[in-house]
């Protein structure tokens, strides 16, 4: 006997806005199997305005309604059971943040929570994540935002610690990161992991997702340091407008590229990591699994 669920979830971040729908399918005897039946990204850049006005502009106030009453027709066209919608680093700076999620929900029935750092490390901890994760090795898990990045460490299977910082793509292009937030994060890392040997990195976001698919890498296998040093040097040789027509990056995506990729090999070189495994896992995937748990 099998029986089919289909659970949505909605990331709305510093960058860019997700829609991901999975069908959960459930046999008896066996694993559940999640399968990603449809993602739509936009990129609104929510960031952009917040971290230089504290405020989420007008025309992106407008863009979020279009966009969630999108969200919401097709919810509705594949008959979703069940959805989450969370809001992370822009949306919890914006002073003008509840009256958004307010005005969404009014206007297009779609009901946002606005998630803190260390609830946004503990959804996506519930993706599989546990099953890359070898119960007798050391990872540092990076999750790269616009707004934050969030570090966990793992060791012999056990979360040791977690961390969310100010430190997100959008941040840097807009020269907002306060000065002394490379040295925090870097003492931070350098600290938390002074005793352990041998770490390898867990990198994800949709800037490495990217960068691994451009590897041309099998799915499991890690990128190295030196690869993601060369590709990092390659990105700088180009202007923006080469990385999208050279690199065939999006718009949206040919300048954050940058930033985000600083952050992964900053955290290599403080960790001494050669390589970064990269699971293509995120907020989205953590939402679907904590809903799927939750109505067990």
Known sequence: MITQHKYAAIDIGSNAVRLLISTITEQEGREPIFKKTSLVRVPIRLGADVFMTKMISEENQVRMIDTMMAFQLLMKSH?????????????????????????VLEKTGV???????????????TT??????????????????????????????????????????????????????????????????????????????????????SSGKAIGKPLSFLYLSSYYQLLNSFTYEERITELNLNDDRADVIIPATRIYLSAMKWTKARRIYV?????????????YQENL
């Open 279 to 291: 699971p293509k896992i995120g907020l989205a995937d953590g939402i679907i699994k904590s809903l």
């Open 111 to 125: 009901e946002i929570e606005i998630i803190d750092g260390s609830h946004e490390a503990a959804i996506i901890a």
């Open 79 to 103: 008959k979703i059971e069940r959805y989450k919608a969370c809001a992370t680093s822009a949306m919890r700076e914006a002073e003008n943040g509840v009256h958004v999620v307010n005005e």
């Open 128 to 213: 599989d994540l546990n099953l890359l994760i070898q119960s007798d090795k050391t990872y540092l898990y990076v999750d790269v935002g616009g707004g934050s990045t969030e570090f966990t460490l793992y060791s012999n299977g056990i979360n040791i610690a977690s961390r969310s910082f100010k430190l997100g793509t959008v941040r840097l292009l807009k020269n907002i990161v306060e000065p002394d937030i490379w040295e925090e994060v870097e003492t931070w890392v350098k600290t938390v992991t002074k005793d352990y040997h041998r770490i390898d990195l867990v990198g994800s976001g949709g800037n490495i997702n990217n960068i691994f698919k």
